[in-house]
């Protein structure tokens, strides 16, 4: 059964930057591609970026050029580096696993950006 825990959250200033990780529990991690989601107050969970297997990575447009996402898969992780934050980026992050059969979903980690 795959879990996934998701750290590093916590509140930072606009311009700052945070790295968040993900551990997922479970075999074959390397052949599974991974995401992350984001819920801001008030407003719709949105795609922020993925990376497959093989390590091609995608963005989203507001994300695009400030964060990066990369996987360690001796360590079962993966990392979302958030540089150059802004109040925008507040939001609830969550770490998503594509298992093949569906979708399993971290609890998610508050990212507050103070302005």
């Known amino acids: 059964q795959v879990r996934l825990v998701e750290s590093g959250g916590g509140l930072v200033q606009a311009g700052g930057s945070l790295r968040l990780s993900c551990l997922v529990s479970?075999?074959?991690?390397?052949?599974?591609?991974m995401h992350w989601y984001r819920r801001a107050p008030g407003k719709l969970r949105e795609w922020v970026a993925s990376?497959?297997?093989?390590?091609?990575?995608n963005y989203a447009d507001p994300v695009k050029g400030r964060f990066t996402i990369s996987r360690d898969n001796a360590k079962n992780t993966v990392y979302l580096q958030m540089y150059i934050l802004k109040a925008e980026d507040t939001a609830v992050y969550y770490c998503?696993?594509?298992?093949?059969?569906?979708?399993?979903w971290g609890q998610g980690t508050q990212v507050t950006v103070s302005s």
């Open positions: 998503v696993c594509d298992t093949g059969v569906g979708r399993v």
């Open positions: 990376i497959t297997s093989g390590g091609d990575t």
């Open positions: 479970g075999s074959l991690f390397s052949t599974k591609p």
